[in-house]
């Protein structure tokens, strides 16, 4: 699974490009430090975390395995990147994780959380698409 996430990022990720995990970046059994570095020093791309439930780490060892910087949210041109869409009553268009495939565009929030998009990441771009789509559909 982490060899085709890899891959997958790899594959539309350039190293110049910014990506932003929005939060969970791994799930399940605390890996282990070394281990995380390994996989995160594989991912093209300058990285930046918003934090998620299930990241349990200090926010200074994220940046000392190769996350550029830690956040709770962070705006990104007319988004605001946010783990968990509770904030959905709020002005503003979230882009969200956490919620996996309960829903993929629901109100203000888009969840662009890999585990509705075949494993991939999501450009900035598609996600303006996909909104452009739901206004005209």
């Given at each position: 699974m982490?060899?085709?996430?890899?891959?997958?990022?790899?594959k539309?990720?350039?190293?110049?490009?910014?990506?932003?995990?929005?939060?969970?970046l791994?799930?399940?059994?605390?890996?282990?430090?070394?281990?995380?570095?390994?996989?995160?020093?594989?991912?093209n791309?300058?990285?930046?975390?918003?934090l998620?439930?299930?990241?349990?780490?200090d926010?200074?060892?994220?940046?000392?395995?190769?996350?550029e910087?830690?956040?709770?949210?962070?705006?990104?041109e007319?988004?605001?990147?946010v783990?968990?869409?509770?904030?959905?009553?709020?002005?503003?268009?979230?882009?969200?994780?956490?919620?996996?495939?309960?829903?993929?565009?629901?109100?203000?929030?888009?969840?662009?959380?890999?585990?509705?998009?075949?494993?991939?990441?999501?450009?900035?771009?598609?996600?303006?698409?996909?909104l452009?789509?739901?206004?005209?559909?």
């Amino acid at each position: 699974m982490e060899r085709a996430i890899i891959h997958n990022h790899n594959k539309v990720v350039e190293e110049e490009d910014e990506v932003y995990f929005v939060g969970d970046l791994f799930w399940g059994p605390r890996l282990e430090k070394h281990r995380l570095g390994n996989i995160l020093e594989r991912l093209n791309g300058h990285k930046h975390l918003i934090l998620g439930n299930h990241d349990k780490l200090d926010p200074f060892d994220y940046v000392e395995l190769g996350i550029e910087d830690v956040h709770t949210s962070i705006d990104v041109e007319e988004f605001t990147l946010v783990h968990d869409p509770v904030t959905e009553v709020l002005g503003g268009i979230y882009l969200v994780g956490h919620v996996h495939t309960l829903f993929v565009h629901k109100n203000n929030v888009v969840n662009v959380g890999v585990d509705v998009l075949d494993y991939h990441p999501v450009s900035i771009d598609d996600v303006r698409n996909l909104l452009k789509e739901k206004e005209e559909g």
